[in-house]
């Protein structure tokens, strides 16, 4: 069995160019597209094998478009769980207007599950999760999937004493905060959700930091973190609570940047670090992944500089 099993029900294929100005009614040439295989499990797993770590990518496939992806992530070295879902697999696309820099992103909805399709999967997240393997559940979920589904899934790991670590968002992420869930290790939403969720702005690290201390008191999940964009990110565990944040860089693309982050945090879990280095390193590799085009992630050799170089405090 895996260390970590990241699960992308709505995986995607990512083709990113770029164009000289993006007008409206013109035929826009494109440059030669790069293509990589997307979702925000598959991102997880494609930034901890990026940071020398291993992990098995469970990815629902259908279609031409899921040969595609499969050929892609066979082509970086990804251990892949496939298993069939309904419809063809969905394309996305990010073009950059190298006029004046503008990023625009293009994401096509998934096919609609039945309740078969989410058996299968759970079956299939089953078959390859062991106790103690970290499942990381990240990225959209497909029309027709419920929003209790995170909730469903941390119930149905607890009693193969697997830790769950969730990044996810607007009803989904409502729907698991009403209830504990004992499997829910790491939650992870950004400080917009965050507010929503309080009901009231969060304009301090220290109002942060509350606020994602009461998950914790509460039994939502064991450990809470929450994203404060160039401020960096909290981290609330049962016994304390964190502030990283990174030194400044260029931004040349946020795709991908909280994928990286879960995926550096989840690799530093596997490993054994303490929680404070596990969001030290993922603050750094979100970092790196901003400096990057498209979908490329985050640079190991810069996450290694960035990382000594973060502002770590116990807060």
Known sequence: MPDILTVTLNPCVDYATSVPELEPGLKLRCSEPHIDPGGGGIN???????????????VAIGGNNGARLLELL??????????????ETRQSLSVTSAADGGQ????????????????RALDTID???????????????????????????????????????????GPALASLVEDPHRALFV???DDEEAEGLAGRALPTREDTAEFAR?????????????ARGVDGSVLATEDSCWHAVPPTVKVVS??????????????????????????????????????????????????????????????
Request: proline fraction near 5%.
């Open 127 to 169: 078959q390859a999760t062991g106790s103690e393997t970290l499942v990381v559940l990240s990225g959209s979920q497909p029309p027709g999937v419920a929003k209790t589904f995170p909730a469903i899934l941390s119930d149905h790991l607890e009693g193969r004493h697997a830790r769950l670590v969730v990044d996810t968002s």
């Open 104 to 119: 625009y992103r293009f994401v096509l909805p998934g096919p609609s599950w039945t309740q078969e399709d989410l058996r």
């Open 44 to 58: 997880v797993s494609r930034a901890i094998k990026l940071l020398g770590g291993r992990s098995a990518a469970l």
């Open 214 to 226: 009461s998950l914790v008191t509460r039994g939502i999940a064991r450990n809470v973190i929450i």
């Open 187 to 189: 939650l992870r939403m």
């Open 254 to 315: 946020a795709v991908g940047a909280g994928d990286s982050f879960v995926g550096a945090f989840t690799f530093a879990l596997s490993r054994g670090d303490a929680p404070e280095e596990c969001l030290r390193l993922a603050v750094a590799t979100a970092a790196s992944a901003v400096t990057t085009e498209a979908t490329r992630l985050c640079d190991p050799l810069m996450v290694q500089e960035l990382a000594p170089q973060c502002d770590l405090t116990k807060m």
């Open 74 to 87: 066979t082509q970086e070295g990804i251990a892949t769980v496939g298993f069939q879902g309904p419809g």
